[in-house]
């Protein structure tokens, strides 16, 4: 398997512009998340699904941040307008079930910069 | 709430010398704990866990860690550190009301040839 893939890797954009990153999970996982990191704040859960369900989204920070699970391949962080204290690396991370196990799959990443 | 605390943002050793990367954790009931290390510009990679048993876990590269619940503490050890060890390593703690992973603000582990 490829692993958990997201794009872009990098992503440069001014204030007020939308962002999308993307998210491809590892097939067969029924648990997708979306961290950010920062220097400041470190690893951050924003949000989770669990077979393309939001679970829980409560690390969403304000209204301008939405996330969506069309399917079990496919997931959006959407950040709409950006201001540059949402520059930060977001990762995606899969799981194929939760409990004891614990174990994330994280992608790379997706560095954000928002000018 | 559930929380693990990594007390040392950096801690520095010499190549061919032990490390420990410190952690200690506060739940209610018998915790799962887990360790990731993050590359330089890569994700987190799993690296190990403590469910119940024996209270040294091994994981990857070598690394283990010793589980001691009168000190409620879950510290990372490798015998012998590796420049190439050098990176981000994250202490983390299963929440058992919401299933989620919570993660420590991190330690940079820095091995100098």
């Known amino acids: 398997d490829a692993g958990v893939i997201q794009s872009p890797r990098h992503e440069v954009t001014e204030m007020g512009q939308e962002v999308t990153l993307r998210c491809k999970p590892i097939?067969?996982?029924?648990?997708l998340f979306w961290y950010r990191q920062t220097m400041m704040r470190g690893l951050e859960l924003l949000i989770y699904?669990?077979?393309?369900?939001?679970?829980?989204d409560s690390g969403m920070p304000e209204d301008r941040f939405s996330a969506k699970m069309p399917n079990a391949s496919f997931s959006t962080l959407k950040i709409q307008p950006s201001e540059p204290r949402d520059s930060a690396v977001y990762f995606c991370?899969?799981?194929?079930?939760?409990?004891?196990?614990?174990?994330?799959?994280f992608g790379e990443g997706s560095r954000l910069t928002v000018l | 709430a559930q929380s693990v605390a990594q007390p040392e943002d950096q801690v520095n050793v010499a190549e061919g010398n032990p490390l420990t990367v410190k952690c200690t954790y506060s739940?209610?009931?018998?915790?799962?704990l887990f360790w990731y290390v993050q590359y330089p510009n890569r994700g987190l990679q799993f690296l190990l866990k403590?469910?119940?048993?024996?209270?040294l876990v091994k994981g990857s590269y070598g690394f283990e860690a010793e589980f001691n619940k009168s000190q409620t503490s879950f510290h990372l050890k490798k015998p012998s550190a590796l420049v190439s060890d050098s990176a981000l390593y994250f202490c983390?703690?299963?929440?058992?009301?919401?299933?989620?992973?919570?993660f420590g603000t991190g330690t940079r582990l820095q091995v100098f040839p």
């Open positions: 991370a899969s799981s194929p079930r939760l409990g004891d196990t614990g174990e994330l799959f």
């Open positions: 097939s067969g996982h029924d648990y």
């Open positions: 699904f669990n077979n393309n369900v939001p679970i829980d």
């Open positions: 739940v209610s009931g018998n915790p799962y």
């Open positions: 403590y469910i119940t048993g024996d209270n």
């Open positions: 983390a703690v299963r929440d058992r009301g919401t299933d989620k992973l919570i």
